[in-house]
């Protein structure tokens, strides 16, 4: 059977037909091939199967979307830019194409299943995510055993073809309309029976270990920056390819800085005389470097003040972000006589221009209440 056959075609329907016209047409068909109507009849057999593959990527809209742009290639893994993983429709396609479509390896065996991803969460601090760092992390990591060198087998000896599912790892069960595929019980769905298994690894073909890795940790990294290690997870039974190691990394809280981004943000409590004066005051940088900050005469609280190039670095990019200075003008809470006859000097040559925020506020109320 080509593996080119039309889907619409199988059905008798056109490539605008919509969801209800696929169901009936497949429906009608199912009908008149199933094997329980053709008992012996191999062809009509044949041609169930193809209509109910046919009918599984239809009825699904994504499935059918990628049937259309890229033909019976979108199911096969690894078979070029339309590839995807449908599951169980490669598995229809295996049994009416070959394998081809489906999941074994050449010679009709059971693919090997690649190892799990692994995962492992990591602290460091504003520091280390401003400079970056090289450093080692230990995980307890299923690995490749050494005694049998991931076969899984006692060495000298080798695994046979599984009799019963004949290598695919997998059998099938018809119940009424429907085909029931499970993992073969004889091999457990690795295609393969080994009679002397590895007394180190009891069969798998891998072992646990604490492993040791270099991590280098980029400058500018955040909160749940991924850093992977490519065939550093979890090894695949057998001698299958190993999955990937995912480091996620969290920044802790800085005592001085908060972190949006690129941009550092801290707040600045100053007295308020510096405040009415102005003044320069300065702020160490995580770089080691001060950072000078002109406070203008007259800066009211919560007034943000800004420096470029004084944030955190661009991971995997060039320059820095801004570093951002919210100034809290202090109200001090203890005078010396000497300091409260001076304010007191100051507020009998007031004038209301000096603060006409507050003066403008007075004048709103007298006018809306007629004070």
Do not use: W
């Not at 199912?30 to 046919?54: L, T, V, W």
């Not at 707040?267 to 950072?291: K, M, Q, Y």
């Not at 010396?336 to 040559?349: G, I, M, P, Y």
């Amino acid at each position: 059977m080509s593996s080119e056959i039309d889907f619409y075609e199988v059905l008798g329907i056109e490539r605008t037909a919509d969801g209800a016209t696929i169901k009936s047409a497949y429906r009608k068909l199912a009908m008149k091939y199933h094997p329980d109507r053709n008992p012996g009849d191999a062809e009509a057999e044949n041609q169930f199967k193809i209509c109910s593959a046919a009918y599984e990527v239809l009825k699904d809209p994504q499935k059918r979307a990628a049937y259309d742009r890229y033909g019976h290639a979108a199911f096969q893994q690894g078979g070029g830019p339309g590839a995807a993983d449908f599951g169980d429709i490669g598995d229809i396609f295996e049994t009416i194409f070959g394998s081809a479509f489906g999941g074994q390896a050449p010679g009709g065996r059971a693919r090997p299943r690649r190892g799990a991803d692994l995962r492992y969460d990591m602290q460091i601090t504003l520091e280390e995510a401003f400079h970056g760092k090289q450093t080692e992390i230990e995980v307890e990591v299923s690995t490749t055993c050494d005694t049998c060198t991931g076969t899984g087998a006692t060495p000298g000896t080798s695994s046979r073809r599984c009799e019963l599912c004949h290598g695919a790892g997998k059998v099938r069960a018809k119940q009424g309309f429907f085909v029931i595929e499970r993992p073969c019980p004889n091999c457990h769905g690795a295609g393969e029976v080994i009679e002397s298994p590895c007394r180190d690894c009891r069969g798998e073909g891998r072992v646990d270990k604490e492993q040791h890795y270099e991590v280098e940790v980029p400058p500018g990294v955040d909160n749940g920056t991924r850093i992977r290690l490519s065939g550093k997870g979890e090894a695949g039974p057998r001698g299958a390819p190993a999955g990937d190691l995912y480091i996620f990394v969290h920044v802790k809280p800085h005592k001085v800085f908060e972190r949006e981004s690129t941009s550092l943000f801290t707040r600045v409590p100053i007295s308020f005389t510096t405040a009415a004066l102005g003044d320069t005051i300065e702020i160490p940088g995580l770089d080691g470097e001060v950072n000078q900050i002109e406070i203008p005469a007259g800066i009211q609280s919560g007034k943000q003040l800004r420096k470029r190039g004084a944030g955190m670095p661009v991971l995997q990019g060039r320059g820095r972000g801004e570093l951002v200075v919210e100034v809290m003008v202090e109200t001090p809470t203890r005078l010396t006589a000497r300091q409260k006859e001076l304010l007191c000097e100051f507020r009998e040559t007031e004038t209301g221009e000096e603060c006409p925020e507050s003066r403008g506020f007075f004048e709103k109320i007298k006018d809306a209440f007629g004070a």
